[in-house]
Structures are given as structure tokens and as C-alpha cells.
């Protein structure tokens, strides 16, 4: 499974609709400063269900949607579209090639489609969980934040460690099945 292509219209400073092919080995996006790198990034996260405008490095969610420049106005909508290769069937799907888009007006809530089919965050979340990707995913890093990764404590070191390699899922239910009481055979 690997990222295939990230589409971007309306979001942030990409007003007009930008195609980037991401084929297997690029691990990084270089620019000049203020040149969208990290828009790049956000539309990542934000795709993959990112619900806090603050970790898109916005005030309010709407913010998300291109303001406008002195040569350009405004735009009433967002949108981005990530497709994953999923040839390895790595994404419980049965698809080869999975579309995940979302959507959102100035005036209004997110959209969701996963291969052109309307649903709901629930859902997007649900099949990314077992992948290792999400929209916190520890693989995809502002230059920044990199920092927060080498001045982590050992214990959130090993988090996104397991998060990247996709255990921490396991880890998770484990200790969610050894909270529950055990129940006693009926005789
Ligand atoms: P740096 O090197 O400083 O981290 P960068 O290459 O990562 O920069 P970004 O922070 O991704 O760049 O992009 C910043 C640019 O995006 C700024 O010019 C900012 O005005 C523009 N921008 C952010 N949000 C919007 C928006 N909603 N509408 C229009 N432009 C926006």
C-alpha cells in the first residue's frame, strides 16, 4: 500500500486544482519558505478525518478553505482527494485502487466519499485503523514538528513507533479486553 496521488481544490493556497503524483520512494516535500509545503501535509491529515482546525494551523475549520489573494477572490469550497494504492490489499476494501475525498463549503460541514460513494467519517476512520495511516500518523510530518518526534519521552517515543508499524491498534483492544471482567461459565 502506498500514497498514489493527492489532489487539492480550493484547500489553502491551492486555488486551482493541483495533482501531485506521489510514486513509491518520495518520502518529502521541498520548497521555498511560505510556498505550501505544509498545506501539503494539512491536506493529508485532513483528508484522512483531521477534526481540530488548530492542528491544521487554523483558527476555525473553515479556514481551510482558500481566502482569497489580491489577483484572486475567494473560494466557497474545499476539496481533496488522496488515492492509496491498495494492490498489497492492505485496506480491509476490496479494491486495488482505494479514492478517499472530502469536501467542505464555507458555510457548512465535511463530506465524505470513499470511491466516489458518500459516508461518513466513521466509515474513512474505520478503514484506516488497521492500516497504520491516520490522520495523525506519525509517517507524515510537518518540518517542525520532526522536533516533537526527537524531544520525545521514551514512552511516547514507542507510541509512534507502534503507531507506525500498526500495532498500537493490538495494544489498544488488548488492554480494552483486559479492562472487561471475566465472565463465569454457566454450569
Ligand atoms: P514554511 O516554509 O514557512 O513552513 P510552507 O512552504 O510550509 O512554509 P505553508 O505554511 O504550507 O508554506 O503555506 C503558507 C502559505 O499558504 C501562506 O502564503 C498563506 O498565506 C497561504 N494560505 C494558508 N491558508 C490559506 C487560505 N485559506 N487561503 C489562501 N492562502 C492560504
Redesign the pocket.
Known amino acids: 500500500m502506498y500514497l498514489k496521488s493527492l489532489t487539492l481544490r480550493g484547500f489553502?493556497?491551492f486555488a486551482s486544482s493541483t495533482t501531485l503524483q506521489l510514486e513509491p520512494g518520495i518520502t518529502c516535500v521541498v520548497?521555498p519558505?511560505?510556498?505550501?509545503?505544509?498545506?501539503v501535509v494539512d491536506a493529508l491529515s485532513w483528508v484522512m478525518g483531521e477534526q481540530g482546525a488548530k492542528s491544521l494551523r487554523g483558527g476555525k475549520m473553515e479556514?481551510?478553505?482558500?481566502?482569497g489573494?489580491s489577483g484572486r477572490p475567494p473560494l466557497g469550497r474545499a476539496e481533496v482527494v488522496l488515492t492509496i494504492d491498495n494492490s498489497d490489499g492492505a485496506l480491509p476494501i476490496r479494491y486495488t485502487e482505494v479514492t478517499i475525498s472530502r469536501t467542505m463549503f464555507r458555510n457548512g460541514g465535511s463530506e465524505y466519499a470513499i470511491n466516489g460513494q458518500t459516508c461518513r467519517l466513521l466509515d474513512v476512520r474505520r478503514l484506516l485503523s488497521d492500516s497504520g495511516i491516520g490522520q495523525r500518523d506519525a509517517r507524515h510530518r510537518r518540518?517542525g514538528t520532526a522536533d516533537s518526534v526527537l524531544r520525545a519521552t521514551p514512552e511516547e517515543r514507542r507510541g509512534f513507533i507502534e503507531e507506525a508499524a500498526g500495532v498500537l491498534k493490538h495494544r489498544k483492544r488488548k488492554e480494552k479486553a483486559l479492562r472487561k471482567p471475566m465472565r463465569r461459565r454457566a454450569t
Open positions: 489553502k493556497s520548497g519558505n511560505g510556498s505550501g509545503k505544509s498545506n479556514d481551510v478553505v482558500f481566502a489573494t518540518a
